[in-house]
Structures are given as structure tokens and as C-alpha cells.
């Protein structure tokens, strides 16, 4: 896998979605929840919101480490599912239900989901994947499937 980039497509998009977010605070911020009101010709939908956690990984000699930035996710919120040459980060956000008489004053948070795949240029060893969250940090030890590991079985004939 010589020559082919950790980082997926999706992540060219973030500079764009980053000012659709500030235009949309923008007329927030003069308009109020008038934006909200307006008749539908009239407002511009962004479509639904997605959430792309910040990913780093590290090669660590014997094991990649892999960290994500997923702030105000639980734990039962993540799913995560490896192979021998990928992780597959899945989450989910729930809607924060107000009660009667609640409203937001400024609100940038949004509830939805998101799905990142990260390939890796070497396999791992899928049974000694660990996977901690800690301060809205989720860091993963991938261990490298060494050389010395993979054996090649003679075929003998009887």
C-alpha cells in the first residue's frame, strides 16, 4: 500500500463545512430565531449534520496507536470494528430533549451520526486490539502482525 494516504476523502471536505457552519452563526447571530421562522423557499438546507472526530495515528514500532476526538460521546455511543487492515469508527450523538419552557440562547452542538474508516499499511492482530475512552479521547492500540509471526507450512505428501 505503498504511496496511499491515511487520511479519507471526507476529510477534503472539512474547510467547507467549516464555513457553512460560520455563515450559518453568522445569520444566526443577526437574525436570531428569525432564520428558523422563515418560509422554507427562502432558507438554504445544508443537509443533515455530520460529525468527523479529529484522527491521529502513530507508528509505534510493533503496534500502530490510534487517538480520536470524540467529545461528549459515552462509551455505548461508539461502535468500533477492526479487521486486519482497517478500523471503522461508527458514533452517534441523541438529539438533547429540552423540557417546556427551554430554549437555546446560542446552540453549535447538533445531534447526528458519523462513520470513519482508516486504512492501515500493514496488518494487525485483531485479537490484541484494545480500545480505551478517556476525556473525550478514544485511543486504540493496533498491534502489528510481525514477520516472524506469519510462517509459511510446508505441504508434504504422503
Partial sequence: MRGTSLIPREEVFEPIRALTREV???????LGDWTERMPARFRFDWGEWQFS???DVMDRGNAYELRAEVPGFRREDL???????AVTLKGERKEEQLQEGESFLYRETRAG????VI???????VDGVTA?????????????VHEEQRRKVEVITE
Avoid: A, S
Avoid at 450559518?24 to 443577526?30: A, C, K, L, P, S
Avoid at 451520526?113 to 470513519?116: A, C, L
Fill in 24 to 30: 450559518d452563526r453568522m445569520f444566526h447571530d443577526v
Fill in 53 to 55: 472526530p479529529r484522527i
Fill in 79 to 85: 461502535q468500533v470494528d477492526v479487521t486486519e487492515n
Fill in 113 to 116: 451520526t458519523f462513520e470513519r
Fill in 119 to 125: 486504512r492501515l499499511p500493514e496488518e494487525i492482530r
Fill in 132 to 144: 480505551k475512552l478517556k476525556d473525550g479521547v478514544l485511543t486504540m492500540t493496533l498491534p502489528k
